[in-house]
Nanobody
């Protein structure tokens, strides 16, 4: 079992920045691919970013490229999502997830956090 706890969400003005953190406990963090997903009201959960077990490979949804950066610190069992140049359309609940494969699909992730709210005011 892996427990994931997100933090760092909040209210920010358009153009601002936030850094989300997700701390894992339980099984060895470094064996998992980590992903960030988000869900806006009335919409399906969508992929945002993914990072490989070593941190050497990352990928992003098109709307996040150039603005968001995913990183991880395996010594601290933590994955981060640095979000810059935030837009109102980034408003959502953000979830981190742990999975065994480097895949974007949410169904490939075995463990999920409870989510943290990000609200961007225009």
């Amino acid at each position: 079992q892996v427990q994931l706890v997100e933090s760092g969400g909040g209210l920010v003005q358009a153009g601002g920045s936030l850094r989300l953190s997700c701390v894992a406990s339980g099984r060895t963090f470094a064996v998992y691919t980590m992903g960030w997903f988000r869900q806006a009201p009335g919409k399906e959960r969508e992929f945002v970013a993914i990072i490989s077990r070593s941190g050497g490979t990352t990928d992003y949804t098109d709307s996040a490229k150039g603005r968001f950066t995913i990183s991880r610190d395996n010594a601290k069992n933590t994955v981060y999502l640095q979000m810059n140049s935030l837009k109102s359309e980034d408003t959502a609940v953000y979830f981190c997830a742990a999975g065994s494969q480097y895949l974007r699909r949410s169904r490939n992730y075995d463990y999920w956090g409870q989510g943290t709210q990000v609200t961007v005011s225009s």
